[in-house]
């Protein structure tokens, strides 16, 4: 009987296959013991799921990464080439292919550990502030870690590549190992075959996102995903969730938008309410991280927040307060600008910077002077690009403190900032009002709190959510020692949150769900608990609507005192969601599925098809809102004139 003999090219990418799937399903084991699922029992049929459906991924991607060598081997083999032009090429392509494929599954880990998502393009938007990433590395012992280890596998992992290709590929005797055609070929052929089944994932359709959801487990629902798969589906997936012109219809109804001026934008309407305008000073501090499970006033038994937990109760607070999305930048630019925060879109970050109308505009239209406090660098952010081209009078950062007060790599510490604010507002025209904007960081990993701080927390986390509490009350007792404070309204709203507690689904609500507070006794009078939906898309027409500003609305927020929301919604990167007393719906892009939970007893049972009404509503609500956001950030429309 004759010995069937492989071809010498397909055993070398057989065993690179089986060698690249072993290693990222190590690295998924890895990943499954560092984020600590509570109560996980590894030899549960979950866990095996999960990392039997990470086998299909990572197959995807290897299929990908060894089509184009299937392709150019099987030319060099049967067309007999003595030129070693392919080999050497090849030895390039796995040198750089496979480490780089080795580093983001790397990096993935303490990613995937801070925010619940697998990789995306969102990792990257950050690159323009290259040497403030570079201090939050190399400032957490953790991310240091997977730096140091991610960097020495690339270099690693390069070198053996080489090696390895260089013997056997390059150096290899091509000449002695060609089969005839007849042998040759029938093997590509099934070569080919399998390589196409690879890069589907299914038999029936390519592999999506949302085939890695197979139970209740957050958490164990994503291990599956292929970060390179994720990242890779962020980058070519567009956001397309409904025909614009009926997302516009469906949002101007939703948001009872009635009278609008098409000659600036189907969003511009011109609200002039009756009586005089309140022209108060106004003080938005925006707050790092600070998610609303860190207050007891939702739950929390720590006591970490209790200057925010006692202005609560002498304030007008809003317990359903919802950040638009997870990072800084989302939220500076959703508070004042009243945009929700989009896949892929980065309203701060666009050359040439554009004009948003929102708070600072309308204020400043009102005569207000426009100031703009942050801790770090102006480019962080773009800030220094951003802010000052819409309708701020001045930006302070990190450059006009004094250098022996900088800490970490975010710059100057909460207590300072407001100090230092604090001074110039002091120094602010008598004549006219200000809104000020103070953006806090000190509670942002990698955290820098002052030494002479003292607290009961030992862990640093919780001493910077403690901190961040703490400065806000020495900020408020000096400004009650100020002329302007009785005339002051301050606003105090977070960014975004944290994962902080429980989060049973993947799209943490601890992230978005935040503190909102309005605190002027002597103007807004007696404290209230407002229970309306909003969200920071909503402050700005909410604090007109309170103050009887005139103004003209060309944004997706809404005065939720006026005209309550029925639901709030939010984005994660990668998923949106939106929820209303009962219902939390989730959707996934780039083919990721949907699921609608009743999260208020943390039920993990999916009932999207059980309430197909409520998920029809829900979905509606988001999707159409969404998909306008994107349709006048295309057009340019957010804007209403370019005077300041």
């Known amino acids: 009987m004759n010995k069937i003999s492989i071809p010498y090219y397909l055993r070398f990418l057989g065993k690179v296959f089986v060698w690249s799937v072993l290693v990222m399903a190590v690295l998924r084991l890895f990943l499954v013991y560092y984020v600590k699922i509570p109560n996980l029992n590894w030899f549960d049929g979950s ?6 459906i990470g086998l299909q ?11 184009l060598p299937l392709l150019l081997l099987f030319v060099h083999n049967i067309a007999k080439l003595r030129s070693l032009f392919i080999p050497r090429f090849l030895q390039v392509y796995f040198s750089l292919v496979l480490p780089v494929t080795l580093f983001i599954l790397f990096e993935d880990i303490p990613y995937f550990d801070f925010f619940h998502n697998r990789l995306t393009e969102s990792a990257f938007q950050w690159l323009n502030n290259i040497s403030i990433v570079f201090s939050m590395i190399v400032e957490s012992t953790r991310n240091l870690l997977f730096l140091i280890v991610a960097v020495l596998s690339f270099i690693g992992l390069t070198y053996f590549v080489y090696r390895y290709t260089s013997k056997e590929l390059v150096n290899y005797p091509w000449q002695h190992a060609r089969l005839t055609k007849s042998s040759e070929i029938p093997f590509f052929v099934l070569a080919l075959a399998l390589c196409f089944m690879g890069l589907r994932g299914k038999i029936d359709r390519p592999i999506r996102q949302g085939d890695a959801f197979f139970g209740s487990d957050p958490i164990l629902n994503q291990i599956g995903l292929n970060p390179v798969f994720t990242l890779l589906k962020s980058y070519t997936e567009k956001v397309n969730l409904m025909d614009n012109s009926e997302a516009l219809t469906k949002t101007l109804t939703l948001l009872n938008i009635k009278n609008s001026d098409p000659s600036i934008s189907p969003l511009a309407r011109f609200v002039e309410p009756k009586g005089d305008a309140k022209k108060v000073n106004i003080v938005l501090v925006l707050m790092e991280s600070m998610s609303g499970n860190y207050m007891s006033r939702f739950g929390n038994s720590k006591n970490l927040t209790p200057t925010l937990d006692s202005l609560s109760n002498v304030s007008w607070f809003f317990e359903n307060g919802y950040s638009a999305g997870i990072h800084t930048n ?11 925060a989009l896949k892929r879109v980065r309203p701060m970050s666009m050359v040439p910077a554009r004009q948003y109308s929102g708070l600072p505009y309308a204020l400043k239209q009102n005569g207000y002077t426009n100031i703009f406090f942050t801790s770090h660098d102006e480019t962080f952010d773009n800030l220094g690009t951003f802010i000052p081209a819409n309708y701020f009078d001045k ?11 900088l800490l970490g790599t975010f710059g100057v510490p909460d207590d300072y900032l407001f100090s230092y604010a604090l001074d110039k507002l002091n120094q602010a025209d008598a004549s006219k009002p200000f809104f000020a904007t103070i953006l806090t960081t000190s509670n942002h990993e990698p955290y820098a709190v002052p030494e002479e701080f003292k607290s009961t927390f030992p862990e640093k986390d919780l001493r910077a959510v403690n901190y961040a509490d703490w400065s806000i009350q020495q900020f408020l007792n000096a400004a009650k020692k100020t002329a302007w404070y009785q ?5 105090f709203v977070s960014d975004h949150g944290l994962v902080v507690g429980d989060n049973p689904y993947d799209l943490p609500l601890s992230y978005h769900h935040i503190p909102m507070i309005l605190h002027a006794p002597s103007i807004l009078g007696d404290p209230k608990v407002l229970s309306e939906y909003i969200g920071q898309i909503d402050l700005y027409p909410t604090l007109m609507g309170i103050l009887n500003m005139p103004h003209t609305n060309n944004t997706l927020g809404v005065d939720v005192i006026k005209n309550p929301r029925p639901c709030i919604y939010f984005s994660a990167d990668n998923k949106a969601g939106c929820l209303n007393k009962d219902y939390l719906y989730v959707y996934r892009f780039d083919g990721g599925g ?3 939970y009743k999260y208020q007893t943390g039920d993990q049972t999916d009932y999207k098809e059980k309430e197909e009404k409520q998920k029809a509503f829900l979905k509606e609500y988001v999707f159409s809102q969404i998909q306008t956001a994107e349709y006048i950030f295309s057009k340019d429309l957010a804007k209403i004139s370019n005077k300041k």
């Open 57 to 67: 991924f990572d197959a995807v991607i290897v299929s990908y990464i060894l089509a």
């Open 330 to 340: 989302n939220g500076v630019f959703s508070t004042l600008y009243s945009f929700p």
């Open 47 to 52: 866990v095996l799921k999960a990392m039997a």
């Open 594 to 596: 949907e699921s609608l």
């Open 487 to 491: 005339n002051t309204l301050f606003v």
């Open 395 to 405: 930006l302070y950062s990190a450059k006009d403190y004094p250098t022996e007060k």
